[in-house]
């Protein structure tokens, strides 16, 4: 199986110095874990990050160099020949970070997409199967026809960084040529300010129901009625999960 | 304009005026029921629009039946956008969905099925705001919501703006360059909104009048989903359990503990004090030096509540205790607090749950 994996130019986000998204690395492993052959695409100059996700495992890695709107650049790349599979992280880490361009590529190329993928299994009959991660621990099981796009979970296993791959990687430069714009995005860009979450929301009506020195039996069976309600109990499938 | 009618100081003291007397007395007691009384009868308990200048839309996971914070949240940031003229529609998916959607502030609610794939999704979404031609869509930044947000964006070209963390009726923020820069816009056509960013509506209650859902096309399905498998409490990580029971000081019988906590399907977790004691693991300590969780339930048996301990429940929407001190500063975060000796509570439930099987 032939396997791509996009990788945006990244930034960390304390230091600033370019390094591969968290979600990027999940991906890479993803398409390790499938086999076959693994490359990397990047529309833009290439940076230390690109040789980065090489120590990760990637072979090559390709910098679609010319400028333009990523997403039409990706388009006709991948169209020939396409791979089977393309995976992405859920989001960038440096840029827009909106997490958009495996919609708007999934979109373009008419393929399916998954999110939140933690681990690739077989493929049979151009089907295959993946599992994707959920809150709390849970998961689900899902299938799709190849070729498509995933998006890893950023708490899928990531490879281990080998300092020796990351120099030996082949970072090769294609020019593209006229591509459409990049789209323009409205609004007035700042540094960041951390704002105070809302609190005191916490808890439906607030103040609770106070039950004082209850017999041992019947606070039982308000505590039991209560946890019920609260679909805490039994083998309610799925509705305890909050989605 | 507001719709509220103008208040006139001089006739409101003129009412109050008793007559007779030589100095004028006033008597303001009973103000309200003269006002109201005097201007008509007192407006409904439910706001009921028909015709709006125009339409935003919230779309709301209720996975519990009906919406929890987050769901709020959303239908919060719906009504901040809609405004004053505006109205809101609310698409909900989820089991028995439509509850107490009114009172977070919908006029319209267009139930989904929840079992629509990822892929049929966006296709269903659109058919169902067709009709309202909806001026913006907001969801919550949830793994399924983020996820039909971008698919929606997608699909119909509509900008988007996702995880913002400020919003008003002019504006959106959002973090954009690895959270090392922010973005200031008008506020897109489809937005998502993390947790606890945008205050649920507090107004009166709204109609939220039921609408006819859209069908559901049989697509060729490129995407199957199975069915959605819970983890094992006992090997889940604290931080990711959605129901935790944790003992404290007051908890002195650990094997009616541990038995219960099999019982519950709980994850145990315990305070500081205990860990300390070597009772429990310290990798089961709740609060600040321990591990945040990000449950949906807490049961919390002889914790007396800390400052520290309390900001390990961050997240926690149903705080249940047992404690003997009704002044426990856990009491008065709990949705039940049940004031007992834990030692008598805990296996007395334990008979409880093996009497039903
Ligand atoms: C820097 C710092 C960091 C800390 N970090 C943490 C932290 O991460 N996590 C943490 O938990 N603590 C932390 N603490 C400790 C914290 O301040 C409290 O001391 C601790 O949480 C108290 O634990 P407790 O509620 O189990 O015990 P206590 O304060 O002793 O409370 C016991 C409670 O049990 C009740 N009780 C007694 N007998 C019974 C009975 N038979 N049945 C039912 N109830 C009974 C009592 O009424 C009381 O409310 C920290 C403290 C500091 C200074
Ligand atoms: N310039 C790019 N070149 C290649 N892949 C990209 C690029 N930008 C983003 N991606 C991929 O798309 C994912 C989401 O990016 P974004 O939509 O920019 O948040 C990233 O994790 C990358 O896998």
């Given amino acids: 199986m032939r396997g791509v994996v996009l990788l945006s130019g990244g930034i960390d986000p304390v230091s600033g110095r370019p390094a591969v998204p968290r979600g990027e690395v999940a991906a890479i492993g993803l398409a390790l874990s499938a086999g076959g052959a693994v490359g990397g695409l990047h529309v833009g100059e290439g940076s230390v990050a690109q040789r980065q996700a090489g120590g990760y495992g990637l072979e090559r890695v390709d910098c679609l160099r010319g400028g333009g709107d990523a997403v039409a650049i990706l388009a006709a790349h991948l169209s020939a020949p396409p791979p089977d599979l393309v995976l992405a992280g859920s989001r960038a880490c440096g840029g827009e970070d909106s997490g958009m361009l495996p919609y708007l590529l999934a979109e373009r190329l008419g393929w399916p997409l998954l999110a939140g993928v933690m681990a690739i299994g077989a493929v049979a009959d151009g089907w295959l199967s993946v599992t994707i991660g959920l809150p709390l621990g849970a998961r689900q099981e899902a299938r799709i026809r190849l070729p498509c796009i995933l998006c890893a979970h950023d708490a899928a296993p990531a490879p281990p960084f080998v300092f020796d791959r990351a120099r030996r990687v082949v970072v090769r430069t294609v020019d593209v040529s006229d591509a459409p714009p990049v789209p323009v995005v409205e609004g007035v860009e700042r540094p960041y300010r951390a704002r105070p979450r809302l609190i005191g929301s916490a808890g439906p009506g607030g103040g609770g129901t106070v039950l004082e020195n209850p017999e041992p039996a019947e606070a039982a069976r308000v505590l039991l009625a209560h946890l019920r309600a609260l679909g805490m109990l039994g083998s309610s499938e799925g509705a305890s999960i909050d989605a | ?357």
């Fill in chain 2, 1 to 357: 304009m507001t719709g509220r009618p103008r208040r006139d100081p001089r006739a409101e003291r003129a009412r109050c005026l008793v007559p007779g007397g030589v100095r004028p007395r006033l008597v303001r007691a009973g103000w309200d029921g003269v006002l109201t009384a005097e201007a008509g009868p007192r407006p409904p308990a439910v706001v009921c629009i028909e015709e709006p200048a125009f339409w935003v839309a919230a779309i709301v996971e209720t996975p519990e039946g009906r919406p929890d914070r987050w769901g709020r949240q959303v239908l919060g940031a719906a009504r901040v956008l809609a405004g004053a003229e505006g109205g809101v529609v609310a698409l909900v998916t989820g089991v028995e969905a439509g509850h107490g959607v009114g009172e977070g502030g919908a006029d319209r609610v267009v139930v989904l099925d929840i079992a629509i794939g990822p892929e049929a999704m966006p296709g269903v979404m659109l058919a169902a705001l067709a009709p309202f031609a909806p001026r913006h869509v907001v969801m919550a930044e949830t793994p399924a919501g983020g996820d039909w947000a971008r698919r929606l964006a997608a699909r119909s070209g509509w900008s988007i703006q996702a995880g913002i963390e400020m919003l008003n009726a002019r504006q959106a923020l959002r973090p954009v360059g690895a959270m090392r820069r922010e973005r200031a816009a008008a506020p897109a056509r489809v937005l998502t909104v993390p947790i606890d960013r945008v205050a649920p509506y507090g107004g009166m209650r709204r109609e939220g009048r039921g609408c006819v859902p859209p069908d559901v096309p049989v697509l060729e399905a490129r995407v199957q989903v199975g069915p959605v498998v819970l983890a094992q409490a006992a090997e889940m990580p604290l931080a990711e359990a959605p129901f935790v029971m944790a003992a404290g000081q007051g908890v002195r019988d650990f094997d009616s503990f541990h038995a219960l906590s099999r019982f519950l399907g709980a994850t145990e977790g315990a305070s500081r004090v205990v860990c300390d004691a070597g009772l429990m693991p310290r990798g089961a300590q709740v609060g600040a030096s321990g591990t945040v969780l990000d449950a949906r339930c807490y049961l919390a048996f002889g914790i007396a509540g800390a400052p520290q301990h309390l900001q390990g429940l961050g997240k926690v929407e149903h705080v249940v205790a047992v404690n003997t001190d009704l002044h426990a500063a856990i009491v008065a975060r709990a949705g039940l607090a049940i004031i007992a000796d834990a030692q008598a509570v805990m296996p007395a439930l334990l008979d409880l749950l093996r009497e039903e099987g």
